[in-house]
């Protein structure tokens, strides 16, 4: 599976958006982007995924680039509870191949 | 829906001491899997399983065995705890949806120390 890189934090006022980048610059064509994000010491929460398009849904945009080698997360309207360590990952769709590599993720503080 | 649930919460060892993480999911979903998580860490996969009665082995396997007889359950096994397993838990669940739809729901954790 394709490696992501992200950057080791972030910060974002509270009721800006939040626009969280990821270089997966070595993903395939059959790979999809998914994000998780974990509040501290809780169980990972799925955001959203895409493999092409742009995405949304009630919780955040997914943009991906033309070329597929990277994408952003968008969280429209950042609030204190969007504090959390978010994970971009590439995922192979293929057969019964369902591993997931996580990386270091960004923590993101979204200060009032 | 209870969703995945973890038992213990938590857990003390002593070096050499055996348990079981138990695991169960009632989203009638075929996959399954165990992560850990070392502090400041990422998620890494130890076995997933993709229907009753099939595991595999993930990218840490060793010292840790699973079993899956029901579509439920699917328990997490040390034999002979080391320190370097102390580490959070994590259970997940996931069906498989169309268009690459594949979103795992994770359990709240175990949190294991091994002294």
């Known amino acids: 599976d394709a490696k992501t890189t992200q950057p080791p934090s972030m910060d974002c006022a509270e009721g800006r958006a939040a626009n969280l980048p990821c270089n997966h610059s070595?993903?395939?064509?059959?790979?999809?982007v998914y994000w998780y994000r974990q509040i501290h010491s809780q169980g990972p929460q799925y955001i959203i995924h895409g493999l092409k398009n742009n995405e949304t849904n009630e919780m955040a945009s997914l943009i991906i680039t033309e070329d597929r080698k990277s994408s952003t997360l968008i969280l429209p309207h950042a609030t204190l509870r969007d504090t959390a360590v978010y994970y971009c990952?590439?995922?192979?769709?293929?057969?019964?191949?369902?591993?997931?590599?996580w990386g270091l993720g960004t923590s993101l503080a979204v200060n009032p | 829906n209870a969703g995945v649930t973890q038992t213990p919460k938590f857990r003390i060892l002593k070096i050499g001491q055996s348990m079981t993480l138990q695991c169960t999911q009632d989203?009638?979903?075929?996959?399954m899997y165990w992560y850990r998580q070392d502090p400041g860490m990422g998620l890494k996969l130890i076995y997933y399983?993709?229907?009753?009665?099939?595991?595999d082995k993930g990218e840490v396997p060793n010292g840790y065995n699973v079993s899956r007889s029901t579509t439920e359950d699917f328990p997490l096994r040390l034999e002979l705890a080391a320190p370097s397993q102390t580490s959070v838990y994590f259970c997940?669940?996931?069906?498989?949806?169309?268009?690459?739809?594949?979103?795992?729901?994770f359990g709240p954790g175990t949190r294991l120390t091994v002294l």
């Open positions: 070595t993903i395939s064509g059959n790979e999809y």
């Open positions: 399983s993709v229907g009753a009665g099939i595991t």
């Open positions: 990952i590439v995922r192979l769709d293929a057969g019964n191949n369902r591993k997931l590599i």
């Open positions: 989203m009638n979903h075929n996959y």
């Open positions: 997940a669940s996931s069906d498989r949806g169309g268009s690459g739809t594949d979103t795992q729901y």
